[in-house]
């Protein structure tokens, strides 16, 4: 449900009130009972940042930095990282006594 900002003509005081998109507007004021009440027009308590969305509905890459993107591998699942070198077998001496 959203968040409604109502400013009162008569007292000036605001008031947030969360309601349904259906639910009638308020027109009395809490704070001295004036039917004077309007809803403002406010900013949303979010924002969009970032390169956006594919219609696939993954990220976009982040660029390189070349100045390249790395196309899109389609999956959500991190990349695995690589398998480790095998360690070295130790040199056999061979030593007379």
């Known amino acids: ?3 409604y900002e109502y400013e009162c003509g008569v007292c000036h005081r ?4 969360i309601q349904k998109f259906s639910a009638e507007p308020l027109t009395t004021c809490p704070h ?3 039917e004077a009440l309007e809803r403002t027009i406010t900013a949303p308590s979010f924002q969009f940042a970032g390169g956006g969305w594919y219609k696939d509905l993954y990220s976009s890459a982040k660029p390189a930095a070349g100045g390249e993107s790395k196309p899109s591998t389609g999956t959500s699942e991190p990349a695995k990282p690589a398998a480790p070198a095998p360690a070295a077998a130790p040199a056999a001496t061979s030593s007379k006594d």
Do not use: D, F, I, S
Request: hydrophobic share 30%.
């Open 32 to 34: 001295c009972g004036a």
């Open 1 to 3: 449900m959203p968040l």
């Open 14 to 17: 605001r008031t947030e009130k």
